[in-house]
């Protein structure tokens, strides 16, 4: 356990988490609050457990907290950070199945996918802590000229309920690595494993330099539009987006915005159908759609359409909805109510707009927030299907005559977030790849990320990025020294 103010820190979690109770985490204390709250399991509505409801006073005690241990922290050689941030890593791995146990509860993803979440998380921390961020050096005359970048301070990382986790350690590690000390705020909706995550990183690191506070939403304004805090690191909507940076501009922080996406596949005419289609269909319905990333417009070249409409609803029909804790499954339940009400939203389109259905079209009755996965043949491509970002298990499929139409239909939305391009002929695929308008852009695959480069949006998918020397430096300032030589 980290002493307060000292940076000696132990490998050792040879005793598991205590996971039958759940506070914030304030100056390297278990905190609880006098209201409490709880989240719902989306599978089959039980209450999931209590969970802080902070206060102003909360928010209050825990800037104090981190500014202290910014002074420390930001201290610390860069060495002994990255130790830290490593046996961090190793600590997630070894209370895995807690973690495992607690995310398909309140999230309701199957087991096997969220076994997947912590291990990327745990592989995600360990590679940013392996970053080097260098100083850069420049000669000219009597002077050495210097670049270095030096760690903003106070920092609040705003989590969603998607990848909770994962996207937690996404902020984590880059902001720690880095000298910062940050606030984590769990979403409402999964607040549990994030508060967790943020007590186990109590043995690593000294108090105050990681905290956590839970809350419904309103907490996220007190955070956004407090003094204290340097930057906001934000994932979530376009929308919610936008305000957070409305919010943060009054005392000009710096801001990460990963948001929205409308991530579009363009399928070439040239593809092995059988092979491509299935692998469409677990990237458009992974997560229950529920993933920024997630195909959410599929474009097909006409000469190929009713073939691989065929072969995508037949991939489609091989995918088993069900409660995550059961075997087999691929999709489990929309997280939570707001969500599955939206996307019943666009069931209700079905009829109004005429869409002809390929797969799916209907809402499960029983509990849970269950819809079956839905692929709408050849919409109207101004319609709110095609347009907006479902977020949910329903894609519209879509046609192209050639190459130019393509890159033209794939870039005709407000997002940037990703994008992909199948076809047996790379030299075709990478050409398209490189005129789309998006932050990551794949070939033959979609969704495959990487900690060693940065990750973020273009157009309204969001400002800056993660991951990477790039998301190193979003949380530093740069600093020019222009030293004189002795």
Known sequence: MAEQGGTEQSN???????WTTFA????????QTARSRHSINPANGESGPDVPMSTPEDVENAMTAAQKGFNVWSNVPWDQRKKAVLAFANG???????????LTREQGKPLAFARMELDMAASFTQTVANLVLSEERYQAGDADTMVRYTPLGVCVGIVPWNFPILLACGKLAPALLTGNSIIIKPSPFTPAGGLKLVELAQRYFPSGVVQSLSGDDSLGPLLTSHPVPAKISFTGSTFTG???MESASKTLKRVTLEL????????????????????????????SGQICLALKRIFVQESIFDEFRDALVKATKELRLGPG???????????????YERVKGFFSDIEKEKWNVAIGGKIPEGKGYFITPTIIDRPKEDSRIVVEEPFG???PLLTFSNDE???????????????????SNIARANEIARKLHAGSVWVNTHFELDARVPFGGHKESGIGVEFGIGGLKSYCNSQTLYLKKP
Do not use: C, H
């Open 12 to 18: 050792d979690i040879s005793t598991p988490l205590d």
């Open 24 to 31: 914030n985490t304030i100056d390297g204390k278990q905190v």
């Open 92 to 102: 997630i791995r070894q209370e895995k199945d807690n973690f495992v146990k607690m």
């Open 242 to 244: 936008k305000r957070v």
């Open 260 to 287: 929205g996406g409308n991530d579009p596949a363009v399928v070439l005419d040239d593809i092995d159908i059988n092979a491509v289609a299935p692998k469409i269909a677990q990237l458009a319905f992974l997560n």
């Open 325 to 339: 804790t059961d075997e087999g499954v691929f999709l489990g339940p929309v997280q939570n109510s707001m969500q």
């Open 393 to 395: 298990p329903i894609v």
């Open 405 to 423: 139409e393509a890159i033209q239909k794939a870039n005709d939305t407000q997002y940037g977030l990703g994008a992909s391009v199948w076809s």
